[in-house]
């Protein structure tokens, strides 16, 4: 099973290595101080004493953003992230980052840090590609209301 799940999980093999000492690193992950697990595998535990982090979570559904967020136990802390610029989700599907964050929003002890352009850390031309997508949606929503309006006359 391993084989299976480690391609997808290679992002974040590469995130840790960048962190940690490849040693240590091995170390901590024999100590199972250091835990990589599917989303499907949280099912029915409860994280104490734990930092966790659910990456790419813009695609996940509703029902298992809640399922990981509702395995918090004491002592742990849960971070979120995702782009909800890049979900793969069908449309007719709702991204579970998106209406946990419409539903979360204000509840006491939830914070969200939502990042933008400048907070880029990669190449310099991603901003420059991510400035160029923003202005191409931009001009798709000029055209639909446009259009829109048109259709109106």
């Given at each position: 099973?391993?084989?299976?799940?480690?391609?997808?999980?290679?992002?974040?093999?590469?995130?840790?290595?960048?962190?940690?000492?490849?040693?240590?690193?091995?170390?901590?992950?024999?100590?199972?101080?250091?835990?990589?697990?599917?989303?499907?595998f949280?099912?029915?535990?409860?994280?104490?004493?734990?930092v966790?982090?659910?990456?790419?979570?813009?695609?996940?559904?509703?029902?298992?953003?809640k399922?990981?967020?509702?395995?918090?136990?004491?002592?742990?802390?849960?971070?979120?992230?995702?782009?909800?610029?890049?979900?793969d989700?069908?449309?007719?599907?709702?991204?579970?980052?998106v209406?946990?964050?419409r539903?979360?929003?204000?509840?006491?002890?939830?914070?969200?840090?939502?990042l933008?352009?400048?907070?880029?850390?990669?190449?310099?031309?991603?901003?420059?590609?991510?400035?160029?997508?923003?202005?191409?949606?931009?001009k798709?929503?000029?055209?639909?209301?446009?259009k829109?309006?048109?259709?109106?006359?």
């Amino acid at each position: 099973m391993k084989d299976k799940i480690d391609p997808y999980l290679q992002p974040l093999y590469d995130a840790l290595q960048d962190m940690i000492p490849a040693a240590k690193l091995k170390e901590y992950m024999e100590l199972n101080i250091i835990q990589i697990a599917p989303l499907a595998f949280m099912r029915g535990r409860t994280l104490n004493d734990a930092v966790v982090i659910l990456d790419e979570a813009q695609n996940t559904t509703t029902q298992q953003i809640k399922m990981f967020l509702t395995r918090m136990g004491m002592n742990t802390k849960m971070i979120v992230t995702g782009d909800i610029t890049q979900i793969d989700l069908p449309s007719s599907q709702t991204s579970g980052l998106v209406q946990a964050m419409r539903i979360l929003r204000g509840v006491k002890g939830i914070s969200f840090v939502e990042l933008n352009k400048k907070d880029i850390v990669r190449h310099k031309i991603v901003t420059r590609i991510v400035e160029a997508y923003e202005k191409f949606d931009e001009k798709i929503k000029k055209e639909i209301i446009e259009k829109k309006e048109n259709s109106k006359k």
